[in-house]
Structures are given as C-alpha cells and as structure tokens.
C-alpha cells in the first residue's frame, strides 16, 4: 500500500487531507450498535477523495489498484453496518459530488449515485409528479448509490416489496478496480451482484429506478390499548388492497411516550402507537377501515391537528428512526433487525414478546414479501452485555425467527450467514486484489468461516 | 302505473319513444346466458329517458313516483346479469348525456356517471398521467357510473382487489324515488348501500374514484406447454411486489388458437397463454421473472413485435371480452363466474379441471382480496342444458369453490345468495314504493325466498 504515492497521482481531484475531516468521513451510523462501537471508532481512513464524474472514479480505482490502496465507497453515512468505513484504511471515495440527474421519465430516473434521496424525490415531484418507491427513513440526508449499496428496503416496502425484488432497480453502471477499470451495466439477475455489496465489487457510477405517485402522503398516528391489537391492526391495514399508504410502523408502549418527544401529553405510558403514511386520496377509506377497530383512536393526522409542535414527517419515527429517538434519549439502547414471516407471523411476535420483559421493547414495519403482508422487527433493546445480546439473539432463531444482525460489519452476518455467491463470483473478476472495502466479504477473506462468534476481520487496522 | 301521464309530464326532457331503439336501450349484455336469454329477451322498457342534469334526473324520479311507473337505470348496457333490463317496464333512465368531469387532482377524479370509461381515462390521462385504478374489459363503450353499479372489478384488480374494496370508491353521490327525491352523499361504509345495487335503491349523479399512474402499459402474451404451470406462473409473477402489472389472464388451450383470431398461427391448440399489462418500466423485471421459467415463452409484446395484425389492447382478451371472443365463434359458450381463494386455490383449480373434460375451458384472473393473490375464474363452458348447467354449479361448489351465477339476474344469486342487509335496508329508505329496477333484490319482492331454484321475479312483463 503506497499511500504517498496514490495521492501524489491524484492530488489534482478533491483530495480531502485533513485528519479530523477524514475520520469524520470516514465513519457511518455503526455507533448505533455498541459492539461494532467497541470494535471501530478508532478506524479512519488515510485520505478522502470526492469524485466528480465516472473518469474521475475510474482515475482514483486505476491509481489505487497500482498503489495497493483499498478504496471504501461512501454516501452519506447513514447505515447502520460500519458498511462505509474503511477497516483497512486507504481511500475513502465519497460520493457527494455525483449528483447530477440525467433523465425522468415516466415510472423512472437516471441519475448518479451520490444524490441525497430529499432532492432526487423533490426533483422528480416537480417534473411529473413522481417519487422513489421506497426510501430510508434518512432521506433527508442518505444517497442513493448508498441506499442500494448499503440498504435493504424502507418506507415504501409496505407496496412494493425490498429492494432486492424484481423490478425495485432497474439498472446500475459499475466500475470495477482492476489495473484498467472496466465500465459494466448490470440490468435483471445481474443486479444482484453489485446491490447491497457495500461496495466490495464494483463501485455504481449510475442508477435507474423505478419511479411512484409522489401524492401529499399525510402522517398519521393511532394508538391502540393492547400491543397485540396494534400488531393486528397494522397488518390488517396493510392487506387492504384499495387503502394507498406508504409506511406502517408498530411502536409498542412506552416507545412513543418515552422516546417521541412531541408526542408527549398526547400519548400515555401505556399506549402502543400505530405510525402511518396515507395517501390523501385514501384517508377516507383509511378511517372508514380505523373505525372498524373501537379501540383504535387516530390521535394526529397531519393536515388538521391541535399538536402545538408539529412532529414533522412521519417516516422519521420508522424504521431506524424509532432507534435513533430512543437511543437519544436512552443511551444504552440498541437494537435488532427481526423477520417475522409465514402465516403465523403475529404468533411468532407474540412468542417473542412473552418471552422478555422491558429489556425489550417490539418495533415493527410491515414489508411485502412475496406478494405477502409480514413484519420486519426493529426490536429495541436495553443493552448489557455482548453475551447477552448473543443470547437474545439465539432466543429469536430458537422461536423460529430469523435474525439480520446489526451488531455486525460483514455481508454474511449481517444478511442470512451464507455467502452471496453472485457477489463474491464478481469480486472475482472485478476486484482481483481485494482492495474494495476490505473485511466485509467474508467469504474473500476466509472461505471456509463457520460462523462460531462474531467475524473479527484480520486486516483491520489497530486503533493508533 | 300511468305511463301515459309520466310521459307526458317528462315530454320536454330527451324521450325516446321509438320501439325498436326503445328495445336496444332495454337490453344489456344478458345474452351471455343462455338461461337469461330464454328469459329476458322480450324485455323492454315503455319508454327511455335521457336525463341532462341531476335536476332532470330528479325530475324523473318525482313524475315516475307519483305515476307508478318503474325506472331502471342503465349506463351502456355491458353488462352481464340482465341488471340494466326493465323487468316491469316502465321508464329506462339511460345516463349518455351525463358526462361532465367535474375536478381532477393528484390521486381521484369527480364526474359525472354516464361518462365512457375510456374517455374518462383519456381526460385524467391528458390533465396530469391519471387513470382509474381499475376498469372492466368494456371499457371503451362502458360508463364508470354502470361499473361501479353493475360490476365487481376487473383489470387493475390484480393490484387494487375490488371495487367493493375500501378506498376503491371515495364517494356516490345518490338521489332516491320518493315523492320528494333526497340527494344523498355517501362514503366509507355507507358506500356499499348503492354501489353494486343495479340501481334498485337509488340513481347516482355523481362520482368521486381514486385514480392510480397511467403507464403506457405494454400488452405481454406468454405461452407455457402446461396448464398448471401457467397458472402458477401468473399467481407468482403477481406476487412479485416489483413488477407492476395490471392484468393477468390465463387462458386453457386451446382457448387462444380457437377463439382469438390474431393469434393464428402464433399459438398451437396445445398452448396455454397468459395475457398480461406491463408497465414500461417493469419490463426488465419482468423479462428477468419470465426468464426463470424456461417453459414460458413471450410470443408477443405490443411494443415490439412482428405479428401482421396487431391484436389489439390486451385487456380486451381478458376478463368477459374472453368470453366474447369464445361465443363469438363457437355460440354455445356461455360461461361461469368462480371464485378460487385460500392457500390451496391452485389446487382447487386443479381440482376442478380433472373433473371436466372439454366441456369446461379454464380461464383465469388473477386478484387481489384481503391482501392476497387468488384466482377469479370465469370458465368458459360449452352450454347443453340448464339442468347441465346447474349441475356444473354444484360440483364446482362440492368442490370447495364460490359460484357467482351469471345465469341469474337477481343481486343475491349472482352474488352469495344472501341478502346484502345495507341494500336492503336503504331501499326501503329510499324507494319506499319498489320501483327502482324491480325485480332485482329477491328480499324485496320475497323475504323468506330459500334459493331452491332460479329465483323468477313474479312481475317479469310476459312477452307480447
């Protein structure tokens, strides 16, 4: 690795030198997990370069193939994984000034990878009308390329399914790192290999996507006395065919009270809140379904309440958002990512919750999944100990739960625990030396890893 | 019934008094059914009139309500149960002339009932990319105000379920038969008292429906070797959250090689065809989808195609326009309505399809109820007898399958063979006399009627 080297040969881009700038840079949301905290606060990169335009990311892949210098990708920083910090130092290539929309047109855009996802849906709203699919709840500030990269599905999965289903990415252009950079285009089965890679394969230069109805979508809250009910509720609403909503997130108690701040005096202790994007179209049919369930009180519809402070949008009490709010405010707090699915899903939810106390508090999306309402648990737990996130962990697989671990920094572990042979088959020829985002493919690093305790990648840079 | 004196006081609306067009505007699409042809073929109204305005319409109304004189309404008469035809005579309300669009915004229209579908697209389509969620195969000469009337759902149902879904109709606007006519508004529950009613209970003036994208959508013909894995391959593809589509028909060989003219030469007696819309952007996730079943085979896409003459949109091989094309050619076709839901729908389907020979021909649509995929059947079957007929009926039902008997033109029968207590309910509320569409709710005439045969309305006008 000729760090000197690489960025003599690149010091004529936006070369970013400053210590305190590139551990900034070079860090992600990874502190929501207090294991992957313990493991990579200290890592940072050696410089930052932001790339302006495909040449200029095939100049710095060229140069850092010649210079043995890993290259870690980046958007905005906003996932969960450590998926955008460069374990191994190097080049952390951020993607900011890639922002340029290249075409709109019905049911989709073109445009480059490091736009924040706010601007791209405000882009296309005022062409046509027209917004993403589905989002990270970090849209105001999450990028694209770095929600394909590094994301899995969002506010919008309640329609139409994650991002990994047909038909949810379009296509991708990608530079590989190899001595002379290759340009590809990845379209259907293809797809697979670069998304949700972190980058380890390729580095996605372009994307298109499939575009929805950008409607007025109004946030609604409802609260519910009984968690199950709440549960029921929310995938009740979700199998409703003609009700048009775009978020359906299950808080139970004390979340919204203990962790909401404007939710306070509005909610109690006791209530589970129901947390909802509905189109303005189908708020009729949406109360027309609420008043179908007598407990079920709508405390807050954004276009007519009494709240003195507004709460702002909706999506930003979903998904990782739920967690950040809690974490705020209760620092021990951490979470898990939980799939409940199969027919009997909510049984399996009920399972989970009778078996723990208030160490654990049930967070739940509702996704599509084969054409199938189910529950994606962002469990928030009070946090102890490692080995006792391990054993809450091993209590969801025995109750027939499978668990996406956030408490982990590689591919396999974070996803099911097996290799993606699709990404690892194009590692192979799109990264001969191993230099993209080093230590999150297990499977490059140790082909044979049985997954006995948490993956410790042999490459990571100590701590100064 | 005074018919003399309500014409007389309706002389300076639009009246028809021309027998022969009299009978044209009596007559609806009833001859589908054999059973309803032997019945009903004589039916014709005293005479039709053509209302402007909501004012007329209540005009009508007040003048035939204190003459005796019944009214049926009717849009273009496309539909299938005899529901449009003047069992007693009297007045023919025919809505032609009521065809304002009154508001478009992102996400619902308001107009007028009498309004052809297929402009109604054409207006929302130019104003702002908007079409109605889901229409019938009529759609080029029906009137939203007889759909949401007369029909159940149709093409968009694979992604919108039905029209007595919540949210699929936002509000009616309705004036009922008394001496004084009310104009009532309804939305949310109250909505199911009129719509699906025939007209038995009320006249709808106006209409407010949401409206979804509309896509240039592709027309996708595909041929599988098997029947089995045809239907499996339409029930997966309409799993699939990303793909957009809005129509999936499949159809049993030799279906498309004996009763679709343009596929001449393009199908074998032994392929099975399913008929798909495709939105433009989904065709990549859709090519990848079908690419994963090595059987199927993409022999048309109307974007791109070689075939000497084009065969037309899509959705006019699917839903009733099948069995059109069917009896067009072969007169004895008539068909059934067959609802094949739960987790062993294919199975069911398969079921039924062993215990027939060429007697029965499987058509399919996919839906979407309660949030699930499931199959509508609307089987084609080569009529003998009534008895025959009935006993098809049956075994279907032995079988674990819903009839909804288009061979019967009464609510109930083509319905579940109960009575829909809200309809009923607001009938007497809002046609206290019975003379709106008589003949059509079996609770009105005969309460305590036990379904032991085709229900025959005791005030059919005897043929002259």
């Given at each position: 690795m000729d760090i000197a080297a690489a960025k003599a040969a690149l010091a004529h881009l936006e070369l970013d030198e400053n210590p305190t700038s590139i551990r900034a840079k070079s860090r992600d949301f990874f502190w929501y997990s207090p294991v992957l905290k313990a493991r990579l606060d200290h890592v940072t990169a050696d410089f930052v370069i932001s790339p302006r335009s495909e040449a200029e990311v095939i100049e710095v892949l060229r140069v850092c193939h010649a210079h043995g210098v890993p290259v870690t990708v980046r958007g905005a920083g906003t996932g969960n994984y450590g998926q955008a910090m460069p374990l191994a130092g190097g080049c952390v290539l951020h993607m900011k000034n890639m922002v340029a929309?290249?075409?709109?047109?019905?049911?989709?855009?073109?445009?480059?990878?490091?736009?924040v996802i706010r601007d791209l849906d405000a882009a296309t709203r005022a062409h046509s009308g027209q917004e993403l699919r589905m989002c990270p709840s970090t849209a105001a500030t999450a990028t694209i390329g770095g929600f394909i990269a590094g994301g899995s599905g969002g506010v919008g999965s309640v329609r139409w399914?994650?991002?990994?289903?047909?038909?949810?990415?379009?296509r991708l252009r990608v530079v590989t790192m190899e001595a002379a950079p290759s340009v590809l285009e990845f379209t259907g089965e293809e797809l697979h290999r670069v998304s949700h890679a972190y980058g380890t394969n390729g580095i996605i230069t372009e994307v298109e996507m499939p575009l929805a109805p950008a409607y007025d979508w109004l946030g609604v809250f409802v609260t519910l006395p009984d968690f199950a009910a709440a549960a029921q509720f929310g995938a009740d609403l979700a199998r409703q065919d003609g009700i048009l909503v775009k978020l359906v997130t299950v808080c139970e108690a004390p979340v919204a009270d203990a962790y909401f701040q404007r939710f306070k005096g509005r909610v109690t202790a006791a209530d589970h809140v129901v947390i909802l994007m509905v189109a303005p179209h189908a708020m009729d049919g949406f109360l027309t379904f609420a008043a179908r369930y007598p407990e079920a009180q709508v405390i807050y519809r954004s276009d007519a309440h009494d709240w003195p402070r507004d709460p702002g949008v909706a999506y930003e009490y979903g998904w990782n958002h739920t967690t950040l709010r809690a974490l705020k405010v209760e620092p021990s707090i951490t979470y898990l990512q939980v799939r409940y699915a199969g027919p009997d899903f909510l049984a399996k939810i009920a399972a989970v919750r009778a078996r723990f106390g208030p160490e654990l508090m049930q967070h739940l999306e509702v996704m599509r999944e084969g054409g199938q309402v189910i529950y994606a648990g962002l469990t928030l737990v009070r946090f102890t100990t490692e080995d006792r996130l391990e054993e809450i962990v091993r209590i969801h697989e025995d109750l027939g739960c499978m668990i996406f671990n956030p408490h982990r920094y590689t591919l396999e572990e974070g996803g099911r625990q097996s290799v993606d042979d699709r990404q690892l088959a194009f590692k192979r020829e799109a990264d001969p030396q191993g230099l993209l985002n080093p230590g999150k493919m297990i499977a490059w690093d140790v082909p044979d890893w049985a997954y006995q305790g948490i993956y410790a990648y042999a490459g990571l840079r100590a701590a100064e």
């Open positions: 929309i290249k075409a709109i047109a019905p049911g989709r855009v073109i445009c480059e990878p490091g736009i399914g994650a991002l990994r289903d047909l038909g949810n990415i379009i």
